[in-house]
């Protein structure tokens, strides 16, 4: 048993399911990001794990002890929060402070304490300032620091970035991750809805819809490998490109939508192997090159470019492959425009097929 | 490893023990106090209460008692005149502060400082003003006016409408505050594409502005309703019903029954129908305000 | 009109109400003395002639002699000022039953007012406070019932209020006084801090549970020093309510302990003896005088407490 974990957690508000039998192992010291779009559980989960949520049914364990019934402040846990939730009368060090006045540690074990998270978040010439006196950026080192100096065993956040602006963002997701490499041995369980915090941070990242997990791995697996559509389309910008057609076999598995023809010899399929009827075809816009690059790739096409996109770094082309929209990038200095005719061309071994009926990947 | 749920009643003790006070005052005196005066409304109690049922009989006296009669008539005309002419002049006065004049706290402050006041102490003023001897009547009538006749606390035809001056003196601003409130809460570009469309100002406000503010017109006309039931202390203090019963009000039937006449199932009975009269206010609104909410979702 | 004792303006009433004086939005004003301004400031001239004059009247009556007040008009200044009737109402003014004015009667408000405010913000805080934060099962059908109680006539609930508090053997004394203006002071308090303490960000207070803060420790150390506007428009609510308060003086208490709107209407309405004007109302101008003060020294938060609800009973 891992550092968190949640067995067959139910949680219903009235007749609204909210989250169904929901099974979870963190181990110690890993950070996992729940990552979803709103609405699909994964704060409600975070809260869960709190102590903030009474949930209906199921049980929680931190650190081998079933904290199921206890409250917040009995499990060991830090939580820091989209809003800060400083403590607005109170001055950075009254903030650092209240938790361990509670929990009646001695006064100079505070200041000990204080001193050390100050240092770390690099907030100690602003600890006599009041949260209302502070940038947001500062504002969320104080809130990381107030989890920080209670020494606990897991941290929990809950979208702490997304009310800061893009560049903060950048600054403190980096931070948040020499935060882990120091803290060894603290788990940390992370909520968002921006896939890049997910996949820069996240040692395993869950994608939770509707109150349930979609699929649960590292990022490289949930990138490259998604179990289902859902998971596939949730990750990844631009997102992927999906091509709806069905599945054929004759000597080997051939994935046909319309007049184009797509060989699957070099697709690994999963588990019974390849099935026939509907399905949706996946593959990412990086995965699709153009021109020379598209030459010695197993599938080629001839597409008309329709719109670009120029991205800098690089640039977003927008096609048809019969009928079906395909987008891809190019490198930016390459000369593109509307109405030019292209060969692309990509492998189906990178796609991801899925079953046209479940919508998981085959 | 499984633990069970633990009882939930101790759950959230604190905030139990401490909302205790309210649980206690809307079960034993809101609801209970409710119910136990409907119920002895049915009996014959005198000076103590007892449960001696004698079925519609106390309504049956109340309804042919000419006091009970009067206090009905005065409280409706008091009632439709005091909404009218308190939503009118606040809505006016509102729209008037709103025009970016210049001492408009000022203007305010001096509409809305009768509210502050008791209504004792504004029937006792109006009490004085209205003096035929030497209040309005007697001034007018030195300035040469001699035939000027405005006696409404002497002259039983008119002195509800000596209570409603006086009623209307202490209320209007605080219609004239919501109000305020509510047009300050229109969105400005309402009047600016009003004003580029060339509708005239009087149309901008009948026709767009006060069908938006209709939440603020509900409230404050159940604000307003559910006081004038309770129209007691104002009465009390500038005619105490008088002259005779001309100016007697369901409130203060309910006090002087109880407290002076001995006759509580009298009073229990009037005060049942106090409550019945604010419910048919009350229930029109409470299907407007939240069976409408649930509509919208 | 009104005595608003009752409650809900709809949030919406409430959000706007606090930045009602945010500023003006009415059309531009233009020139000084178009037709249109001499119409407007004419208006609001007359109308605010209309609400001065009451209180015009009462000072310069107060001031005047009885003999002056015979010959001249209520509206003319006074020729002479004395202060006799002040004294006199202060001090000696007649009830009928004793001759010691205005006074005890002001001591008896005060010994009314201070704890029912103190009392009922305490309860009506914590009350508003576990709705908002700790929401437990049942609370919001106690929370309806409240409301709707504020709704009902006072003359439904008075005499089950007598027996309760005779049975208490509080009838007739300060202390069941200060627990009937705590009760009926419940339902708009609690509302109007329910919805202060749901306006302050869920998230400070989940803060707050994973520092440890228990209930009380949650209220006394983040709510409440954050609070202190809501806490001051309650006590303005209060204040002015209670002071004015008749009926539940007239009902609940003795004549030793009549609040003053009941002393001074006895003095005012006795049929006994020679009517003075001048020393009527002067008791009148000195009984409104405690909520004229609270009105003018808190300006904007008064407006607040309106339209958080209601102010009187």
């Known amino acids: ?284 816009p990086e995965h699709v090159f153009m021109d020379k690059g598209a030459e010695d790739q197993p599938f080629r096409a001839e597409v008309e470019v329709e719109v670009i996109e120029p991205m800098g770094a690089d640039t977003l082309v927008w096609s048809r492959l019969d009928g079906n929209e395909l987008r891809f990038r190019v490198d930016g200095q390459t000369h593109v425009k509307k109405g030019d005719r292209r060969w692309i061309g990509f492998d189906p071994a990178r796609a991801s097929i899925f079953d046209g009926q479940t919508e998981m990947r085959l | 490893m499984t633990q069970r749920r633990p009882n939930q009643l101790f759950r959230n003790l604190n905030a139990k023990i401490a909302a205790l006070p309210m649980i206690l005052t809307a079960t034993v005196v809101f609801a209970g106090g409710t119910a136990w005066t409907v119920l002895y409304s049915f009996t014959d109690s005198g000076l103590l209460p007892k449960l001696d049922f004698v079925g519609l009989a106390q309504y049956e006296r109340l309804w042919g008692t000419p006091r009970w009669l009067v206090s009905i008539e005065n409280l409706f005309i008091f009632g439709i005149c005091s909404l009218i002419f308190s939503m009118l002049i606040g809505f006016i006065l509102a729209a008037l502060l709103d025009q970016k004049i210049r001492f408009e706290n000022t203007f305010r402050t001096i509409f809305l400082y009768p509210f502050a006041l008791s209504f004792i102490v504004t029937g006792l003023v109006w009490q004085w003003l209205l003096n035929p001897q030497f209040g309005i009547q007697a001034v007018v009538r030195s300035w040469g006016w001699e035939n000027f006749n405005f006696n409404p606390l002497y002259n039983a035809d008119i002195v509800i409408y000596g209570v409603l001056i006086a009623a209307l003196w202490q209320g209007t601003g605080l219609v004239m505050c919501l109000m305020l409130a509510g047009l300050r809460g229109i969105d400005e570009d309402i009047w600016k594409a009003a004003r580029v469309d060339g509708i005239p100002m009087w149309k901008t406000y009948l026709f767009i502005v006060i069908p938006m503010m209709r939440p603020v017109f509900i409230t404050t006309i159940v604000l307003i309703a559910s006081g004038i039931v309770r129209v007691y202390d104002l009465v009390v203090a500038q005619t105490s019903g008088g002259p005779g019963i001309a100016s007697e009000v369901p409130a203060k039937y309910v006090y002087d029954m109880m407290f002076a006449s001995q006759n509580l199932g009298q009073g229990f009975a009037a005060s049942t129908m106090m409550l019945l009269s604010v419910v048919i206010v009350i229930i029109p609104w409470a299907y407007l305000e939240f069976g409408g909410r649930k509509r919208h979702g | 009109m009104a005595n608003v004792g009752a409650i809900n303006v709809t949030t919406a009433s409430v959000d706007a109400a606090a930045d009602a004086m945010a500023g003006p939005r009415g059309a531009r004003p233009r020139r000084m003395l178009s037709r249109r301004n001499i119409f407007l400031y004419g208006a609001l001239f007359i109308a605010a002639v209309y609400y001065l004059l009451p209180l015009y009247v009462m000072v310069v009556t107060s001031v005047k002699g009885m003999p002056e007040i015979r010959l001249g008009n209520i509206f003319s200044p006074p020729m002479e000022i004395t202060f006799e009737p002040w004294v006199k109402a202060w001090a000696t003014a007649c009830t009928g039953l004793n001759c010691e004015g205005l006074s005890r009667g002001f001591w008896n408000s005060v010994q009314i007012t201070v704890p029912s405010v103190l009392l009922s913000i305490v309860i009506a805080s914590l009350n508003g406070y576990a709705l908002a934060n700790w929401r437990f099962k049942g609370a919001n059908l106690f929370f309806t019932i409240l409301i709707v109680g504020a709704f009902i006539p006072y003359q439904v609930m008075i005499y089950p209020i007598v027996i309760l508090l005779r049975e208490m053997g509080l009838y007739g004394s300060l202390t069941g006084l200060v627990l009937v203006h705590t009760i009926f002071g419940m339902p708009i308090l609690t509302l109007l801090f329910r919805n202060y303490f749901s306006s302050v960000p869920e998230e400070l207070f989940k803060a707050a549970r994973v520092d440890g803060a228990g209930f009380w420790g949650i209220y006394f150390k983040i709510m409440l020093p954050m609070s202190l506007p809501i806490f001051v428009v309650a006590m303005i609510i209060q204040v002015t309510g209670i002071w004015n308060d008749f009926l539940f003086g007239v ?39 405690v909520p004229l003060i609270v009105y003018f020294a808190s300006g904007r938060l008064f407006v607040r407490g309106i339209a958080a609800g209601a102010v009187k009973g």
């Open chain 1, 1 to 284: 048993m891992g550092s968190v974990s949640v067995n067959k957690l139910h949680l219903s508000f009235g007749d609204v399911e909210v989250l169904k039998d929901l099974d979870l192992n963190v181990e110690q010291g890993e950070f996992l990001v729940l990552l979803g779009s709103s609405g699909c559980g994964k704060s409600t989960l975070l809260n869960c794990i709190a102590g903030l949520l009474d949930i209906t049914d199921g049980q929680i364990f931190i650190k081998e002890r079933n904290v199921t019934w206890e409250q917040p402040r009995d499990r060991g846990i830090g939580m820091v929060f989209q809003s800060y939730a400083l403590y607005p009368q109170m001055t950075v060090e009254g903030n650092l402070a209240f938790g361990l006045k509670n929990a009646g540690v001695p006064r100079d074990e505070i200041s000990k304490r204080v001193a050390r998270a100050a240092e770390i978040l690099h907030i100690g010439p602003l600890l006599k300032r009041k949260p209302a006196q502070l940038s947001g950026g500062q504002r969320q080192r104080v809130a990381i620091g107030r989890a920080l100096v209670r020494d606990v065993d897991v941290f929990l956040f809950d979208e702490p970035l997304s009310n800061l602006d893009a560049k903060l963002r950048a600054e403190l997701r980096v931070e948040i991750k020499r935060l882990h490499q120091k803290l060894e041995d603290t788990t940390m369980i992370y909520v968002t809805h921006d896939q890049i915090e997910a996949m820069t941070l996240a040692d395993r990242i869950a994608i939770m819809r509707a109150g349930a997990i979609q699929q649960l791995g590292d990022p490289h697996t949930i990138y490259n490998k998604p179990v289902n559509k859902y998971v596939a389309g949730f990750v990844g910008s631009p997102s992927i490109n999906f091509i709806g057609g069905t599945l054929e076999q004759g000597s080997e598995p051939v994935f046909v939508a319309g007049s184009t023809k797509i060989g699957l010899e070099r697709y690994a399929f999963s588990g019974a192997g390849p099935t026939q009827g509907k399905a949706t075809f996946g593959i990412r």
């Open chain 3, 251 to 289: 009902v609940y208490a003795r004549p030793e302990t009549y609040p003053m709107t009941v002393q001074l209407n006895n003095i005012i309405n006795s049929t006994q003896g020679v009517k003075e004007y001048n020393v009527n109302m002067a008791a009148t101008i000195i009984t409104g005088l």
